[in-house]
């Protein structure tokens, strides 16, 4: 393989100019260990199977939780929720700790499900592939939640947190 012609932190910010969603993931495993975490690298894959992805570090604290869970949920979040993103990005807590004091509830086989986001799909985790230093989770919808709102979702652009410009035309 060739050596790129550019440092990690140059790759970075090139990317950081694409405004990404921002997502929260919640996962349990059969004997019960929760995660949770804030994802950026989200897209649906198909509609029929309906099919969704997020990628995850290999390094992450999540990681093995993540891909011994059976069921996964993402909620999408908006503007009003970037504390559940910042809290879910803490690194050096568990998922339980990042759960503790934000509103959840029981879903399908006891998965933690966000009522206040404005958008839920959970489903079984299907295939991972691994890709350089991360993997790329397949999830295969079964469940979806959606709770409409005017208020904007909540965006990543730039290292930072964001809300797109939303404009309406009459």
Not at 69 to 86: G, S, T
Not at 127 to 138: C, F, K, Q, V
């Amino acid at each position: 393989m060739t050596e790129p012609l550019f440092e990690s932190t140059q790759f970075r910010r090139v990317c950081g100019q694409f405004p990404t969603g921002v997502t929260a993931v919640t996962a349990m495993t059969a004997d019960g260990r929760l995660a949770a975490l804030t994802v950026n690298s989200f897209t649906s894959v198909s509609l029929d199977p309906a099919k969704v992805l997020f990628c995850l570090a290999n390094s992450s604290s999540s990681f093995q939780t993540l891909t011994e869970a059976k069921r996964i949920a993402i909620h999408i979040l908006n503007q009003d929720q970037e504390d559940v993103a910042r809290r879910f990005a803490t690194s050096g807590l568990t998922g339980a700790e990042r759960l503790d004091g934000v509103r959840w509830i029981p879903g399908p086989d006891g998965i933690p499900l966000l009522p206040g986001t404005p958008a839920i799909l959970a489903g079984h985790r299907d295939e991972i592939i691994t890709s350089g230093d991360h993997a790329i989770i397949l999830v295969s919808v079964d469940h979806v939640h959606l709770k409409p709102t005017d208020t904007p979702a909540l965006s990543f652009y730039q290292g930072r947190f964001t809300t797109p410009v939303v404009t309406t035309t009459e």
